[in-house]
């Protein structure tokens, strides 16, 4: 029996169209406002200095109508990894507080990277990474030694993972199912890989060292990027604390996102965070051991979120910030 050629027609255009058809991301657009203010340093400081992260553009951010009050003339720098800061080092130290105040648009889509779960979806296009060696290499808190890489071969074999894409994914199951979000006692929050294998528990840097450093363990470049989440409802309001999350990369999918403590603050989200960060975030730096432009006296910063302020070259422990957000129409 033959079709009629309409209906033949729409077979052939079906057969050929992919199997998975692509979503635009979700997006939101809002207003950013970061404070910071330094205390007076005690009496015969010779040098005060502050360095505060920048929001950064990029293909899932773009930051618009940036602003920067501060009480004393400032520089921008941008460093190898793209990541951008402000810095303060007044002529005199000053005899009240060093404040700045940045505010600017940031649009935040959503980061998709359907390859990681469908080996039919396009291959995400991406200019080759710098720094992918860097991504290879062990962290101050976050070692390559035998023991980890011990335990992540362990996490591999038993999933049976042969790919890359296998291994990583055995490792996401791994942390999501194995660690416990709790911002309890000591320890927590400093991405120390072994305080999270040993206590499986803290928050978002520690679920993430453990992902990070089993992955580069294995010989896949993996990555940290720190910033602050917004709440999924829309509106305005201040934000507490910081957030964090990871991307992982293969040659078939390119740099793939993952967030493996928000996955397991929300199991109904395991399988959305394994290929996706989602919009309600923006991001600040890159990396860890930071070395900051222009270089600080002390050593490299773990990750760079806050405020970091030097008196003399000694770390001020005082400095106040305050982050808040305005949604604005426009986001989908």
């Known amino acids: 029996m033959k079709l009629p050629l309409l209906a033949a027609t729409a077979l052939l255009l079906a057969a050929a169209a992919p199997a998975t058809s692509v979503l635009a991301p979700r997006s939101r657009i809002f207003l950013l406002k970061c404070q910071a203010s330094v205390p007076v340093p005690a ?8 360095w505060m992260p920048v929001p950064h553009a990029d293909k899932n951010q773009d930051v618009q109508q940036l602003k ?10 941008t460093d190898q990894y793209g990541n951008q800061m402000l810095h303060l080092r007044p002529a005199t130290v000053p005899t009240v507080p060093l404040t700045v105040t940045l505010t600017a648009q940031i649009t935040r889509r959503e980061h998709l990277n359907l390859r990681a779960t469908d080996d039919h979806a396009p291959v995400e296009a991406e200019v080759r990474d ?3 060696s860097r991504w290879l290499a062990p962290d101050r808190l976050v070692p390559l030694d035998f023991k980890i890489k011990a335990q992540a071969q362990e996490v591999v074999d038993k999933a049976g993972a042969k790919t890359d894409l296998q291994k990583a994914r055995a490792i996401y199951e ?20 072994y305080y999270a294998c040993d206590a499986r ?17 294995l010989g896949i470049p993996a990555r940290f990027s720190i910033g602050l989440p917004l709440p999924p409802e829309r509106g305005r ?34 399988n959305y965070f394994f290929g996706a960060h989602d919009e309600n975030r923006v991001e600040f730096t890159r990396g860890r051991d930071l070395t900051l432009t222009p270089r600080q006296a002390g050593p490299p910063l773990n990750y760079f979120v806050y405020p970091y302020a030097e008196a003399d ?18 986001g989908k």
């Open 174 to 193: 791994h942390v999501v199912s194995t660690v416990t979000y709790d911002k309890t006692g000591q320890g927590w929050g400093r991405g120390d890989i």
């Open 43 to 50: 009496a015969g400081t010779k040098i005060l200095e502050l």
């Open 237 to 270: 309001g201040e934000i507490k604390g910081y957030h964090c999350w990871a991307e992982f990369f293969t040659k078939q999918t390119g740099w793939v996102p993952i967030d493996a403590s928000e996955a397991a603050k929300n199991p109904a989200k395991r």
């Open 68 to 77: 920067i009050e501060a009480s004393a003339p400032y520089t921008v720098a």
């Open 130 to 132: 710098p720094n992918l």
């Open 201 to 217: 528990r803290g928050n978002c840097t520690d679920f993430h060292a453990i992902f990070i450093g089993y992955c580069r363990a």
């Open 313 to 330: 070259g000694q770390p001020v422990e005082d400095v106040t910030r305050t982050y808040t957000f305005e949604d604005l129409t426009g």
